[in-house]
T-cell receptor, first 113, second 115 residues
Framework: AQSVSQHNHHVILSEAASLELGCNYS??????LFWYVQYPGQHLQLLLK??????LVKGIKGFEAEFIKSKFSFNLRKPSVQWSDTAEYFCAVGMDSSYKLIFGSGTRLLVRP | DAGITQSPRYKITETGRQVTLMCHQTWSHSYMFWYRQDLGHGLRLIYYSAAADITDKGEVPDGYVVSRSKTENFPLTLESATRSQTSVYFC??????????????FGPGTRLTVT
């Protein structure tokens, strides 16, 4: 069965540190890729998405992600995190023509001021 | 305001009781989804609906029932609640007319506790 893996379950960083969160999926066909963020007590919001074209995607709040097809990966990056980035981050994958998304288990990020 | 709303936001119920969680969206999106969020599992799809009167099972449908008589509403019913159904439930919607690249929009969630 198709799956999405986020290997970092908890990440703790200091402000201004660089961030990279891993996301890998197991599917050989066409994919649409998303990163969602859930701030404490809030609902999920879209950070960025990839569906075609430039594999380096820029999103809101300085986040970016790179789609590496050969590695089945879509890692999220930010060069300098802020305390306000404390949240849970979810990678999600849509496969072929399906409108359903498969979510990873999430990564909880804590940024210390 | 336009958007997707869920009610109630918090619910405590007893084992064996029937519970219905409501979801309402004002965008007239065709597709609607129900997820549950559990620590270590991320979001898992319970049911989804492609349009009014069209529903299908997701990854974890057992113990849940859905209906979609109107495009804007997608209620989720726990027929006989169990402790394992304690979770946070999210409703989402999207418009398929904009292509597969467009995201799902999520509601604020319902935190359900089954005692």
């Amino acid at each position: 069965a198709q799956s999405v893996s986020q290997h970092n379950h908890h990440v703790i960083l200091s402000e201004a540190a660089s961030l990279e969160l891993g996301c890998n999926y197991s599917y050989g066909g066409t994919v649409n890729l998303f990163w969602y963020v859930q701030y404490p007590g809030q609902h999920l919001q879209l950070l960025l998405k990839y569906f075609s074209g430039d594999p380096l995607v820029k999103g809101i709040k300085g986040f970016e992600a790179e789609f590496i097809k050969s590695k089945f990966s879509f890692n999220l990056r930010k060069p300098s995190v802020q305390w306000s980035d404390t949240a849970e981050y979810f990678c999600a994958v849509g496969m072929d023509s399906s409108y359903k998304l498969i979510f990873g288990s999430g990564t909880r990020l804590l940024v210390r001021p | 305001d336009a958007g997707i709303t869920q009610s109630p936001r918090y619910k405590i119920t007893e084992t064996g009781r029937q519970v219905t969680l409501m979801c309402h969206q004002t965008w007239s999106h065709s597709y609607m989804f129900w997820y549950r969020q559990d620590l270590g599992h991320g979001l898992r799809l319970i049911y989804y609906s492609a349009a009014a009167d069209i529903t299908d099972k997701g990854e974890v449908p057992d113990g849940y029932v859905v209906s979609r008589s109107k495009t804007e509403n997608f209620p989720l019913t726990l027929e006989s609640a169990t402790r394992s159904q304690t979770s946070v439930y999210f409703c989402a919607s999207r418009d398929p007319g904009q292509g597969l690249s467009y995201e799902q929009y999520f509601g604020p969630g319902t935190r359900l506790t089954v005692t």
